[in-house]
């Protein structure tokens, strides 16, 4: 599940240090309120639970939209990054104290309830100091995101989290001392000035900080940017961190005491889609294109293991609060059940904050959020002043139900919404229709694949692009003449007139003269990838075709040759009949093969890892995939000769594998030898008279004993492949997809590599190609080309393709010669043609 999601690790990094932050906080919050609900009176938790939820809401307030500002800023800092955080922590700082001061004057004058609830003149001055530091250790967790250090955040939220229970503890052991919502409080604010100052140890051993000097200049022309975050902030925050104020005021301050600690068990689960949607912002402002994909496997993350978190606290409400005592059960057990329903609205409501940021449309959504937060408030007001907690929470979840309603169309939008592909249109191309990607071609779409044969007779340009004109004559819906929409995944079928230009670019004619066909190869493989599922060169009797995978592997590919050579050749139409497209052949394969057998089941989800790169000197590198081939018609012989004295019923597959990683150990580029890449087709595990068209391979990292031995190879494949992996493999990679798209690319290649690469081998057997043997060949089988070449490896990845035709072996090795020098890899593969046995028992 990991290597299918891969390319989503930003989002599962950033996300799940903020969530493992949640958990943390939660565990311990949970923790520290249970001893406070059992060593203090409850008239003194709900006392500072009161002040931590102002706290919470001042200190929000006060932030003032610097964190999230930071977060979409600090990227694009070069220099003075610590200066912009200082500046924007004073400003949280003062501007949290300027609110605690009017919290504490609004709850003399207007709200005797909270005045109360302030506890004195010490925990007037220290409920104030805790809002400014609360403020600014907001703000800091926040930049830490923005720096791309969640880990950090973590770090200072547990030791908070620590310290403050530690503390707890401790003043409840001294004796004379009473344990008062001072004091409770008191244990807050030391946590927050010690984990930071931990912070910011570890910050300057890293050499982090390069300077803390605020500078207020360093606001100019963020101002707009900061207010439209912090309204957005205020109107998330501020109706559930006034709630606890509200059930104080209406209520009373042990009614408080039960719904605060009822509403932290509703905020471990509500602060997953918190935490993951401002991952989300965090990880796409700068990239809108992954907007679509990140969402969806956010959707995924907060639904699939919310919704049943949230029944089960739905079901086992009143054993839940029971654990704070049976007052707190009977309080708000009822009212916990209540607010476990409203965890979907949270994830929507957080979700459509996040695009809203994402899509520069800050002003609209933090309007809306204002409005909502007001409604909600009300509702809790006039619910507390006219029925109990049950109803407050009653008449919260209502209007929370609505603003569901009322996001869940632009979240939705995102989600389901195609992507647009404009290239068309911007060409001039007529698109009468579009088919849909199935899964299984979505997944190839970034790889193509190139096949080369020659010299024949009878074959040139004209003749191919005419062959392929007659076939969209025929079935204008035929992939092979469709346009390949990759941003949107669908195939694009033209009409005759945008057909008649578009393959004029498909198939470009090389000439009569003389041409090098391994050159023809390394020209399709340095071309960029475009729209043209197919594309062709042709010219002195070679035909030479670049294929997507996402049309089709050996199999399909072998039939297009066939049928375009054979239909130029005979200057006719081509005809190639579509497959029927089985969408759920995959999984009934994987159902056949371990569904029924749950036994299986373990065997089927342990996968063989490539072991993690080392680490170590590096160089500068710059991609530059090239091609070298060999062939040999005397070679296989020699092979089975070999086979039937030592190694009976081995493939000669197997056998140029171990010799070609022999070779590759003889001539000095010491190979990987822990395990290598073998490509294998899955049709060999679907059903009867099921056929498949596009791409059905995959290819398993596999560790034979010995790379060398063609026994080891042959019998770890077997096994593999008795044993089905390959088909959870796949199944894994399309769930991936099916949430998140496929990307129509594939991704950059690095710039620096190891100063001493090691070849990392991948191998891939074609089989027989002899329904290629009646093509209008100009030679005899010795001297035919019949390549079959990958355009895509890793930096320091060396893909081996083997294939028969009519009794000749042909070989293609495909690697950057950036990374190996040419002529060694055609050595090795010169020395596979010539001497097998020799490469092979010099191992042993």
């Not at 290597?3 to 932050?21: P, Q």
Request: glycine residues 10%; hydrophobic residues 50%.
């Amino acid at each position: 599940m990991f290597t299918a999601l891969k390319g989503h690790v930003d989002l599962f990094l950033n996300a799940g240090s903020l969530m493992a932050t949640t958990l943390v906080t939660s565990a311990f919050g949970f923790a520290y309120w249970w001893v406070a609900a059992h060593l203090a009176p409850q008239a003194a938790v709900g006392q500072a639970s009161a002040a931590v939820s102002a706290m919470t809401l001042i200190g929000t307030i006060g932030m003032f939209g610097m964190g999230t500002m930071l977060i979409s800023e600090l990227p694009a800092v070069a220099r003075g990054k610590w200066d912009l955080i200082s500046t924007c922590l004073l400003t949280a700082g003062t501007a949290a104290t300027a609110g605690g001061l009017f919290y504490v004057l609004a709850a003399h004058l207007w709200a005797p309830g909270l005045q109360d609830a302030l506890g004195g003149s010490l925990g007037t001055v220290l409920l104030v100091i805790g809002i400014a530091l609360n403020a600014m250790t907001l703000v800091l967790d926040e930049a830490m995101v923005g720096l791309l250090q969640g880990p950090l955040q973590l770090m200072r939220n547990a030791w908070f989290s620590l310290i403050k229970l530690v503390l707890l503890g401790l003043v409840a052991v001294v004796p004379g001392l009473a344990l008062t919502g001072t004091v409770l409080l008191l244990t807050w604010v030391a946590g927050i000035v010690a984990s930071t100052a931990i912070l910011f140890r570890v910050l300057r051993r890293r050499g982090m900080i390069d300077s803390l000097r605020p500078r207020p200049a360093l606001m100019r022309g963020r101002g707009r940017a900061t207010f439209d975050h912090n309204l957005l902030n205020l109107a998330t925050y501020l109706p559930r961190a006034a709630l606890p104020l509200i059930v104080t005021a209406t209520l009373s301050a042990e009614a408080n005491a039960a719904f605060y600690t009822a509403f932290m068990v509703l905020s471990f689960m509500a602060m997953v889609p918190g935490n993951v949607a401002l991952t989300l912002f965090a990880v796409t402002a700068g990239d809108k294109s992954a907007l679509r994909g990140k969402v969806r496997v956010g959707l995924l993350i907060c639904l699939g293991g919310g919704l049943p978190a949230s029944l089960l606290v739905f079901l086992l409400s009143e054993q839940i609060m029971g654990l704070f005592g049976a007052g707190y059960a009977k309080s708000a057990g009822q009212a916990l059940a209540i607010l476990s329903l409203t965890y979907v609205p949270f994830v929507f409501h957080h979700f459509f904050l996040a695009i809203s940021r994402v899509q520069n449309r800050l002003r609209g959504a933090g309007i809306f959020s204002v409005f909502a937060g007001i409604a909600e408030l009300l509702a809790a007001w006039w619910a507390g002043t006219h029925g109990d907690l049950n109803d407050l929470v009653t008449a919260v979840a209502v209007v929370m139900a609505v603003e569901t309603v009322l996001v869940a169309p632009t979240v939705l939008k995102v989600v389901f919404a195609p992507v647009a592909d404009m290239s068309a249109v911007a060409e001039g191309v007529n698109v009468m229709s579009t088919t849909s990607l199935t899964l299984h071609e979505r997944a190839w779409l970034p790889l193509e694949y190139i096949r080369t044969v020659g010299p024949l007779t009878g074959v040139d340009a004209a003749r191919v692009r005419n062959a392929l004109i007659g076939l969209h004559a025929a079935d204008p819906t035929h992939r092979a003449v469709s346009r390949l929409d990759r941003s949107g995944a669908r195939w694009q079928h033209m009409d005759a007139g945008s057909f008649a230009g578009w393959v004029r670019e498909a198939v470009t004619d090389l000439g009569p003269g003389p041409v090098d066909f391994d050159a023809m190869t390394r020209e399709l493989q340095a071309e960029p990838r475009a729209d043209h599922p197919v594309r062709i060169l042709v010219g002195g009797g070679y035909f030479a075709l670049k294929v997507s995978h996402a049309y089709g592997d050996a199999g399909p590919v072998n039939t297009l040759v066939h049928e375009l050579v054979q239909a130029a050749y005979e200057g006719r139409a081509a005809r190639i009949a579509p497959s029927r497209r089985h969408r759920t052949a995959l999984p009934k394969a994987w159902w056949k093969q371990f569904g029924r057998q749950p036994a299986r089941w373990k065997e089927g989800l342990s996968f063989a890892r490539p072991p993690h790169t080392e680490e170590g000197p590096s160089r500068p590198w710059q991609a530059n995939l090239t091609v070298t081939t060999a062939r040999s018609s005397q070679v296989l012989g020699q092979m089975r000769t070999w086979r039937d004295q030592y190694a009976p019923g081995v493939t000669t597959s197997a056998i140029t594998f171990a010799a070609f990683t022999s070779a590759l150990i003889e001539l000095g580029l010491d190979p990987d030898l822990r395990g290598g890449t073998f490509l294998a087709d899955a049709r060999r595990y679907l059903g009867e008279g099921v056929s498949i068209d596009s791409n059905f391979c995959m290819g398993p990292y596999l560790t034979p004993p010995s790379l060398t031995d063609p026994l080891a190879i042959h019998q770890t494949l077997k096994a593999e492949l008795a044993t089905g992996r390959i088909l959870t493999m796949m199944l894994l990679r399309e769930g991936k997809i099916l949430l998140t798209g496929a990307p129509g690319m594939p991704d950059p290649f690095p710039t620096e590599i190891a100063a001493e690469a090691r070849p990392r081998l991948t191998f891939s057997n074609q089989g027989r190609h002899d329904m290629l043997g009646d093509l209008p060949w100009a030679v005899e089988a010795a001297g035919r080309v019949n390549q079959s070449v990958p355009t895509l490896n890793g930096p320091e990845g060396i893909t081996l393709t083997t294939s028969e035709m009519n009794g000749v072996l042909h070989l293609e090795a495909t690697f950057h010669a950036s990374t190996y020098h040419p002529a060694l890899v055609a050595r090795a593969l010169e020395l596979v043609c010539t001497d097998p046995a020799g490469l092979i028992m010099a191992r042993r």
